[in-house]
């Protein structure tokens, strides 16, 4: 069974096209896409947005903007309370 559709396929060819003439730019800024894999990118998101059969992107982990703010205090908590004062004091004379 095929992972993408014929769909997804042309519009992936077009977006390389466009990228190999220099009149494909990305979304937001609008710079010239001179980059393969992101060319591909944009076919396939195109692709995703007419309804073509494409899987969905995979979610980065890295990423933290999404998150709640309850979970990155927490976060943070657990890791301030992990942290032991030190046993050695120095007494001055």
Known sequence: MAKYGKKASNKVAQAMRERKRGTLTSGRSGKK???RKQAIAIGLSQARKAGAKVPAKKSSKKSTRGG???ASAKNSAKKSAGKKPSARKRSSA
Do not use: E, G, H
Request: no cysteine; hydrophobic share 35%; charged share 15%.
């Open 33 to 35: 896409v001179t980059s």
């Open 68 to 70: 709640s703010v309850k």
